[in-house]
């Protein structure tokens, strides 16, 4: 730390040596460590020393919004690294850039999803404080807060229940499209992100059709195998265009997954055994579609008892039709 005494007592925690630095009216409060940029304000959030923090901020020469090199803010820092109680003291702070990115672009929003620091992610988003943030602010990449979070595989309880509330914000384009038009829901078939697709499917605002220049979700899903999500979909309330000849390469669904079946294996496939893998589950799910074209509620209705989402009375009407008839059958007579 050099010979600067109120970067030392920063880094290490010294509340005490902090307040008597402070008493002095020569010393330069922004001054830090040489060549980076980053003041003693900044080492305190992102050490998370949030006594001394808030001593910092009661004094009217220290400069809460300084960057590092790298363009990263000490409130960047301090969702990065998860300081929650950092974070609240900052965001009562009007003079807070809560949307300021690093330079290649991951806001503090951002950064604190992808780190899985989620009680920083509820902070953020209680007391009011989420109308502050720009959840569509995208990085270099093309991609928003919202659109990272689509793309995480196997996410948690605590995960979903953010995203629960995430879409509850009212300013949450559930159907904003990122890089190459893909929308939120085509994100996590693109991930195979079952639980969040649930999510998103249980959302009225949802669409399920993608411009005709773009691979809507129901193809993502179907092209890659990820028969689950195939069901998941079909056993939904929305309703799927599996006929019609997608305007990119005039093919219809099931003409668009033989022939991603039969061109071996995809980027997104490590091994032979993952394409054998696609390939058998891409014949069931065209069986699927097959099927779903003759009768979608069927299809729906027997997907959600094998999914476990039907009532009590429901789960016994599908009983009854199952041991009474042949099912598919008798609802077509």
């Not at 299809?299 to 041991?323: N, T």
């Amino acid at each position: 730390m050099g010979n600067n005494p109120l970067v030392s007592a920063c880094v290490k925690g010294d509340s005490a040596q902090v307040k008597a630095l402070l008493q002095d009216p020569n010393i330069d409060v922004n001054k830090g460590i040489e060549g980076l940029d980053r003041t003693p304000f900044f080492l305190a959030c992102r050490e998370g020393h949030a006594e001394i923090v808030k001593l910092l901020l009661s004094d009217e020469r220290v400069d809460p919004t300084k960057p590092g090199s790298d363009n990263s803010t000490p409130f960047w820092q301090a969702c990065w690294k998860g300081r929650v109680s950092v974070v609240k003291l900052l965001l009562e702070d009007e003079r807070i850039d809560v949307n300021q990115s690093i330079n290649h672009g991951t806001t503090p929003f951002e950064i604190a999803w992808q780190e899985g620091h989620y009680e920083v992610v509820k902070a953020l988003l209680s007391g009011g404080h989420g109308e502050r943030f720009d959840f569509w602010k995208k990085n270099k990449s093309g991609v928003s807060v919202f659109h990272t979070i689509c793309t995480k595989r196997h996410p948690d309880k605590l995960y979903c229940d953010l995203l629960r509330l995430f879409l509850n914000h009212p300013d949450v384009d559930i159907n904003e499209p990122a890089y190459a038009g893909l929308t939120p829901i085509s994100l996590a078939c693109q991930s195979e992100n079952t639980e969040v697709v649930k999510i998103l499917l249980t959302d009225n605002r949802i669409n399920v059709d993608s411009p005709k220049s773009h691979l809507p979700p129901i193809f993502i899903a179907g092209q890659r195998g990820y028969i689950e999500l195939v069901k998941i979909m079909f056993a939904s309330d929305k309703t799927f265009d599996v006929s019609s000849r997608w305007n990119g390469n005039n093919l219809t669904l099931i003409e668009y997954i033989n022939k991603s079946s039969a061109a071996g294996m995809q980027p997104y496939e490590r091994s032979l055994n993952e394409t054998k893998k696609r390939q058998e589950n891409c014949k069931l799910i065209i069986e699927l579609i097959e099927e779903y074209k003759q009768n979608p509620e069927w299809v729906r209705f027997k997907l959600r008892k094998s999914l476990g989402v039907l009532d009590s009375l429901a789960s016994q009407i599908f009983s009854l039709i199952v041991l009474y008839t042949d099912g598919y059958l008798a609802l077509q007579c």
